[in-house]
């Protein structure tokens, strides 16, 4: 097993170092300053004594058998001990063992940032949202697991980045939500930016359906329910201050509804986060529909995966098919403008736009000290 740079080599039956394809195949997986963690587990039911048995020993091995293998793994750890290693040496049911210890480590070196939003099979974090929101686990339960973790593991990250650093942002939330009046709205809300967004239904209505004709965006808008944070990052921007100009409170109540982890003090905090109407205000940084994705995903999996229409487009118009020569198209059975749609708006001029909007919204924030009327946001309009 192999992630975040380090390796776990589980020794079963191949209790050496020389002439193991295993041992070679994990220490190929350590990367970056990462760490190879030799494991041998000791199965109970093997080893458990036999008190019905003629000779001493378990029921599965006689105590000869079970002397040589403890041997064995005495020589091993020497062996890897002379590395500058050892054999970690754990007892119990080896399937529940190993997926214990994966995870404390994966809890330690957890990075929020380090995540990849394309991730479906395999998610990048946690996907205990739903869980929480249900209360099915309880947040200090988890914390003082994360907190287990931590005192195992001395070398962990640390807020924001962390897994408790996600914990703290959703009680950051809670808090702020508690404390505001109007959080979940604009209008009356102290903390949030008064903005011109448009009311726009047949832009949301593309957006929500997925039918944006940018693939990445509409493939997340297709996983619904529960999405990695970054791809919720990623639509949020899109339909309100990267490209669409919709108001947030539109694409909050599309998710309040459609996510299985629709949370009110997490949903609209997110929204006016992404959308620049409060905690964040880099307006200028807009995540790009084509080349965000591609970063992580190259080849287009995940939007093969959520979008079969598109799953023949060649790995080089994926992100932008309405690129491709209408030969291509035909033989990827996608003609763009029939069978998916074109862009709804150009990347480009409508992101240049936004950020227009958005600087004199801002400016006049700031020149009426954030008392912004109707009749104030009428005239930006
Ligand atoms: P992990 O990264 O494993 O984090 C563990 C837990 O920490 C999460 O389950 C969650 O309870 C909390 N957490 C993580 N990130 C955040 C965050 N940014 N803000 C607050 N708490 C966080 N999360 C919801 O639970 N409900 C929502 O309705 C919701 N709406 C969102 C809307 C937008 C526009 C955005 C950008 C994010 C939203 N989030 C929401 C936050 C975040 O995306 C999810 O909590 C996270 O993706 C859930 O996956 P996870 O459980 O694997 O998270």
Redesign the pocket.
């Known amino acids: 097993f192999s992630g975040s740079g380090n390796a776990l080599m589980w020794f079963r039956k191949g209790l050496r170092i020389h002439d193991n394809p295993a041992l070679e195949c994990a220490s190929r997986g350590v990367t970056g300053g990462g760490f190879l963690y030799p494991v041998f587990v000791i199965d109970p039911h093997y080893m458990e004594p036999d008190p019905r048995a003629s000779s001493p020993g378990s029921s599965r091995a006689g105590l000869n058998r079970i002397r040589f293998l403890l041997e064995s793994l005495k020589d091993l750890d020497l062996s890897l001990r002379k590395l500058g290693s050892r054999l970690l040496v754990m007892k119990g049911e080896p399937g529940e063992v190993l997926i214990n210890c994966l995870k404390q480590k994966w809890v330690a070196t957890f990075e929020?940032p380090k995540?990849d939003p394309s991730a479906f099979l395999r998610?990048a974090?946690?996907?205990?949202?739903p869980y929480?929101?249900f209360g099915c686990v309880s947040?200090r339960y988890f914390y003082q697991c994360i907190q287990d973790v931590y005192t195992r593991n001395k070398k962990h990250t640390s807020p924001p980045v962390s897994?408790l650093g996600?914990?703290l942002?959703?009680d950051?939330?809670y808090t702020v939500a508690f404390g505001t009046p109007n959080f979940d709205q604009m209008r009356g809300n102290k903390i949030c930016k008064q903005i011109p967004w448009n009311d726009n239904d047949e832009l949301l209505t593309a957006w929500r359906e997925a039918k944006t004709g940018y693939p990445w965006i509409d493939a997340i808008m297709t996983q619904w329910g529960?999405?990695?944070?970054l791809a919720?990052?990623c639509v949020?921007c899109f339909l309100t201050r990267g490209d669409l100009f919709v108001h947030w409170e539109k694409?909050?109540d599309v998710?309040?509804r459609l996510?299985i982890?629709?949370?009110w003090a997490?949903?609209s905090?997110?929204?006016m986060?992404?959308s620049c109407s409060s905690f964040f205000y880099q307006y200028n940084r807009i995540y790009s529909p084509i080349s965000f994705g591609k970063k992580y995903d190259p080849n287009g999996n995940y939007i093969r995966h959520f979008l079969p229409i598109l799953k023949d487009m060649p790995k080089e118009y994926i992100y932008e098919p309405w690129t491709a020569p209408l030969s291509v198209q035909t033989k990827a059975k996608c003609i763009i403008g029939k069978d998916y749609p074109k862009p709804m708006v150009s990347h480009d001029s409508a992101s240049k736009d936004c950020k227009q909007k958005l600087a004199a919204a801002y400016e006049l924030n700031k020149k009426l000290n954030g008392v912004v009327s109707e009749e104030d946001l009428k005239v930006l309009q």
């Open positions: 929020k995540g998610p974090t946690t996907t205990l949202s929480l929101k947040s897994l996600q914990l942002w959703r950051f939330f529960w999405m990695h944070h919720r990052h949020a694409g909050r998710f309040e996510l982890d629709s949370d997490i949903n905090g997110n929204w986060w992404l």
